[in-house]
């Protein structure tokens, strides 16, 4: 990146947003976007560093709580009981749900993909924390300690340990446990309808949001995507521009999300898309806009996912780290020696 090689036009994830930027590998494209007012505002959020939008995702994802409709019904659970966007579950009854199930197949109810250790836990789990009105940082990413390791945060990894340590979750989920009839829920995302609809035709499956924290009965999901940027050593900055809004622009992204199956980035394309996709992709594009939630924009984001991911890691150690507070406590000041000053 610092050969000066790097081409006027770029893409990269975006959390990593703030790091490009500060490192002065990206630089603004405010000017070069045209009907901004149309884009997300999670998509507008994850771009944007000190005021200035660095980055255009051309698509959104999120993340749903798959279920199995065949072993609901086995195990007594009425179509009135499935969570809906309208009437999600509390953290409180999804552990009755979980139980349930445990019971009545003796297995692990829902793979929560525990064992997945990357950017994923964070992106997957964050939304519990915010549900409980929790937070990883203050809001200028300034300070850990006294936000993640409040009482809010820290009731989100409370839930952690417990669907773990009851035994509604693993940490070493089977393969393919759900799409097999091993787990009657996978929390995953958007990219599983693809599979499923492809791939597992005989199984009857649908999608229900996250449940929320009792105490607030907030709603909230992820959001994110990879995005398009100018380097900072663009050579025809003007055409470059152009590119980026061109990709950015309502029938391109149309065309590109409906072959790749993913969420629209922006309102018009997502009224376009409704109709043409399934119930399922209906289901993700309605929790995108109405529960979203970006991830924070930190400049060593890196660092404070891979320690987030351990935290997760670390709660889910019952036995070793029975004490949720203590973990969070010690985990706060790890993240703060990232954050800037």
Aim: proline share 5%; glycine share 6%.
């Amino acid at each position: 990146m610092n050969s000066g090689s790097l081409p006027d036009v770029l893409t990269l994830d975006g959390p990593n947003t703030a790091a490009y930027a500060h490192s002065k590998i990206i630089q603004p494209i405010d000017k070069y976007i045209t009907n901004k007012s149309d884009i997300l505002p999670t998509i507008i959020k994850q771009g944007t560093y000190k005021g200035k939008l660095y980055a255009a995702g051309y698509s959104e994802s999120s993340i749903g709580f798959y279920y199995n409709k065949k072993m609901f019904r086995e195990a007594g659970i009425k179509d009135s009981e499935v969570a809906t966007l309208k009437h999600p579950w509390t953290w409180t009854q999804f552990e009755s749900i979980c139980k349930r199930l445990k019971n009545h197949f003796h297995e692990p109810a829902i793979n929560m993909n525990l064992n997945d250790h990357s950017e994923m836990a964070l992106y997957s789990f964050a939304p519990f924390v915010w549900s409980a009105g929790g937070s990883i940082t203050n809001p200028a990413g300034t300070k850990a300690v006294g936000y993640f390791n409040s009482k809010q945060t820290t009731s989100a990894f409370q839930l952690i340990q417990d669907m773990v340590k009851n035994g509604y979750t693993t940490i070493s989920p089977k393969d393919k446990g759900f799409e097999t009839g091993k787990y009657a829920m996978m929390m995953t995302g958007t990219w599983e309808v693809q599979t499923l609809q492809n791939q597992y035709k005989h199984l009857q499956w649908g999608v229900m949001p996250y449940p929320v924290s009792p105490a607030t009965h907030k709603e909230v999901s992820p959001t994110g995507s990879w995005q398009y940027a100018m380097s900072s050593a663009a050579k025809n900055k003007k055409a470059a521009g152009a590119l980026i809004n061109f990709l950015m622009s309502k029938k391109c992204m149309y065309r590109s999300d409906m072959a790749n199956t993913v969420l629209p980035a922006r309102k018009s394309v997502s009224k376009m898309m409704i109709p043409k996709v399934n119930a399922q992709m209906k289901f993700f594009i309605k929790q995108n806009q109405t529960t979203g939630h970006a991830r924070p924009v930190l400049v060593n984001y890196p660092q404070v996912t891979r320690t987030f991911a351990d935290t997760v890691q670390n709660v889910t150690l019952y036995k070793k780290n029975p004490n949720v507070q203590k973990v969070m406590n010690e985990q706060a000041k790890v993240i703060q020696k990232y954050l800037q000053k």
